[in-house]
């Protein structure tokens, strides 16, 4: 087998310069004369033992043989290419890759979170998968009060607290208040930015939603204070051309309660078909019930303080007028591209 051996097989390759070199090659070797197919057909005459041992190396040879050649035929087909036919200015700019972006509604999280930091609030996030008095029994709402109807509230089964009453997923924000309270750190400042879950289903309402809840709890705290503050937020992020007015409404665990709006962002406070004579509802607030400070650990004779709870997806949707909360989950990126 003197004909086969390697070096020369390598040398008679490497100095190809031609396919048509190359293929003479492929056949002299493993063309169907070819020197390795031939010696294949020899060894079949051999004892078994060794047709075994000369049939290995004949086919480490051939795939050296196949190798090489590859590789060569590569190396002489990307010499011969007609550089005329390509394309190369290396001043033409550069393609830009595509780029995301953040979520709106973590965009907007964000940017409620920094607005409220400018003035002291830091943000905390309590948990989702909560107990009743959190959520209602101790914000003054016993178990069978109607105003718990409201807050149409997933029960977890079989989870349930001797002391705390049943889990729950909680339905809003304000289950944080007392969780804060538990602290036992005054003055408060708390911006609770969390998801939220109600039985609701509509193009307002989603099963779960976002919403922020601030609580202050100071000395001598009014109303004032409360006002300020929303009206600060609300120029910030709606534009300082915004007023807000706070209406009187119910909740069991603000005493007085209210109801925050904004001037409407399509009519700019004079009327139109889409708000209340100029007027579009933003969201619940009041001052921390009495009961509730107490059941959070404080003293009501020396403390006060105001809470809001406003929903995260309705900020934005009043902001850029969009008619359907389902757009916000529905990972259309025509929609979500033009933020
Ligand atoms: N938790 C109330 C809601 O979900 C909002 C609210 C928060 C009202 C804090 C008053 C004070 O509707």
Not at 59 to 71: D, E, G, M, V
Not at 259 to 278: F, H, L, P
Not at 319 to 336: V, W
Request: with cysteine.
């Amino acid at each position: 087998m003197e004909s086969l051996a390697r070096e020369k097989i390598k040398k008679a390759v490497v100095t190809a310069k031609t396919i048509e070199e190359l293929e003479k090659i492929r056949i002299k070797y493993l063309g169907r004369k070819g020197i390795v197919t031939q010696a294949f057909k020899e060894i079949k005459s051999l004892p078994s033992e060794e047709r075994i041992q000369e049939g290995k190396k004949l086919n480490q040879i051939k795939n050296l043989i196949q190798t090489l050649i590859a590789k060569k035929d590569k190396e002489i087909k990307l010499r011969n290419r007609n550089l005329k036919n390509e394309w190369l200015d290396v001043t033409a700019p550069g393609l830009k890759p595509q780029q995301g972006h953040l979520h709106l509604i973590t965009q907007t999280i964000r940017e409620i979170a920094k607005i409220f930091q400018k003035i002291g609030f830091n943000r905390v996030r309590y948990p989702e998968i909560e107990w009743d008095w959190y959520a209602f029994e101790g914000l003054n709402m016993p178990p069978n009060h109607p105003a718990r109807d409201n807050w149409e509230t997933f029960f977890i089964q079989d989870l349930e607290n001797k002391k705390y009453g049943k889990g729950i997923l909680t339905p809003h924000t304000s289950s944080g208040q007392l969780r804060e309270m538990e602290k036992k750190q005054l003055p408060i400042r708390m911006l609770n930015i969390a998801k939220c879950y109600r039985r609701q289903s509509d193009i307002s309402h989603a099963p779960m939603f976002y919403q922020f809840e601030g609580l202050l709890i100071d000395k001598d705290i009014n109303v004032s204070h409360l006002k300020g503050t929303l009206d600060f937020f609300s120029k910030q992020y709606f534009g300082p051309k915004r007023e807000t007015r706070i209406r009187p409404f119910h909740f069991r665990f603000t005493e007085p309660s209210f109801e925050v709006d904004v001037t409407c962002v399509i009519c700019n406070g004079r009327g139109c078909s889409v708000c209340k004579e100029g007027w579009l509802e933003l969201g619940g607030a009041g001052m921390v019930h009495p009961k509730v400070l107490a059941n959070g650990g404080i003293d009501p004779q020396k403390y006060s303080g105001f809470a809001w709870g406003w929903g995260v997806e309705r900020l934005f949707m009043m902001k850029y007028k969009i008619p359907d909360i389902r757009l916000l989950f529905s990972g259309d990126l025509d929609f979500l591209k033009q933020f």
